[in-house]
């Protein structure tokens, strides 16, 4: 299937593709997605709607692979996903005492710095799930909202310019600032993971 193809497909198909995507990596789908809403290409409510479903059904699989299979999942295929065993159990002894805090900051903050760990130890310690999805909704509620909004923001700049050297240069650094972005939600993700390990 040649480039054009694959484009005519994205097109007719483009807020399923959209949703899949999101399943399997969201913040960056989730910024150009922005982009491409400022572009015109994509409406922004069908594709926030698509994204976030995408993201939301990954969190859930990680919660219910945690429920089901825990600690064998890890050992056996946590190296594929970057899911220590070690992360687990820091993660259990503070889903004890600060769930809550926990299910609402983790979309936020990069799982408190062990990303995936933090949805699959949910699971693991069996989080009442109705709860698990409330408070993950709200999270989802924003940080697709952010990601979007910095995809769209960088696409303003896009359209704003004439020349190839430049968007490519946009381009570019709209990638490098949600990389930074999601370097930094993790580094505060795992100073507030510090914080509540010192709090009884």
């Known amino acids: 299937m040649d480039v054009s193809s694959l484009t005519q497909l994205f097109l007719q198909y483009k807020y399923p593709v959209l949703g899949v995507i999101a399943f399997l990596e969201g913040p960056y789908v989730m910024m150009v997605s922005g982009f491409l809403v400022k572009t015109g290409v994509l409406a922004l409510i069908p594709a926030y709607v698509a994204l976030f479903v995408g993201d939301f059904l990954s969190d859930t699989v990680f919660y219910y692979i945690g429920y089901y299979f825990g600690n064998g999942f890890v050992r056996r295929f946590g190296i594929f996903f970057d899911i220590a065993e070690e992360n687990i159990e820091k993660m259990k002894s503070l889903f004890y005492r600060h769930k809550k805090k926990i299910l609402f900051g983790s979309k936020l903050t990069g ?68 990389y930074l972005l999601l370097r930094l939600t993790r580094r505060l993700g795992r100073r507030a993971r510090e914080a509540l390990s010192g709090q009884k």
């Open 111 to 178: 799982g408190f710095g062990f990303a995936l760990a933090t949805l699959m130890t949910a699971g693991m310690v069996k989080a009442p799930f109705g709860e698990y999805l409330f408070l993950n909704f709200l999270g989802q509620f924003v940080w697709t909202a952010l990601l979007i909004a910095i995809g769209y923001f960088f696409g303003n700049l896009y359209v704003a310019v004439n020349t190839d050297a430049s968007r490519i240069l946009i381009i570019i650094l709209a990638f490098i600032s949600l």
